[in-house]
């Protein structure tokens, strides 16, 4: 029944930017630039655009990635999601959780220009680098609204088919 209320329902693309509060300066060349550069690569199959400008004293604009690509776009909801069939939820999907950072990655999701809540939950990225301060937006645009964070649920579960780690 769920599926059919999704059947016309797509992503256009997702639009990832990642920016860093209270940072140094970054090297390119350094190992921490590197090891985080290929861990956002593992996310979305794609080569993040280095960006590298300052939005304000404090926060600099780390990196941008589109994905349009239907693969790259099921990779990346399948990490980002992978704990969402795992837990039971209430009404407000308070106990939804993401892909698990524990290098203080900060995630802001919105649907089609609407803010979603989730929290982040911890991840071991098999480094000794602590990404600290580092958060990311990421919008997905749907071809069609969507307007509650249920039906979210629902078309992850039914129509991106989340592979169980």
Request: aromatic share 22%; charged share 25%; glycine share 0%.
């Amino acid at each position: 029944m769920q599926n059919l209320l999704f059947n016309n329902l797509s992503i256009n693309y997702i639009f990832i930017h990642c920016f860093i509060n209270d940072y140094k300066e970054i090297n390119k060349n350094n190992n921490e630039y590197k090891e985080f550069f290929k861990f956002i690569y593992s996310l979305t199959l794609q080569k993040p655009l280095f960006t590298g400008y300052k939005l304000n004293k404090d926060k600099l604009s780390l990196f941008k990635i589109t994905l349009f690509n239907k693969n790259k776009i099921n990779n990346f909801l399948s990490f980002l999601f992978i704990d969402v069939l795992k837990y039971n939820f209430d009404k407000n999907l308070k106990n939804i959780k993401f892909f698990k950072f524990n290098k203080f990655l900060d995630f802001n999701i919105f649907i089609n220009n609407n803010k979603l809540n989730f929290f982040s939950d911890k991840y071991n990225l098999k480094c000794d680098i602590n990404f600290r301060n580092i958060y990311f937006n990421i919008i997905l645009k749907f071809n069609k609204s969507i307007n509650n964070k249920f039906k979210l649920y629902y078309l992850i579960k039914n129509n991106f088919k989340i592979k169980k780690l």
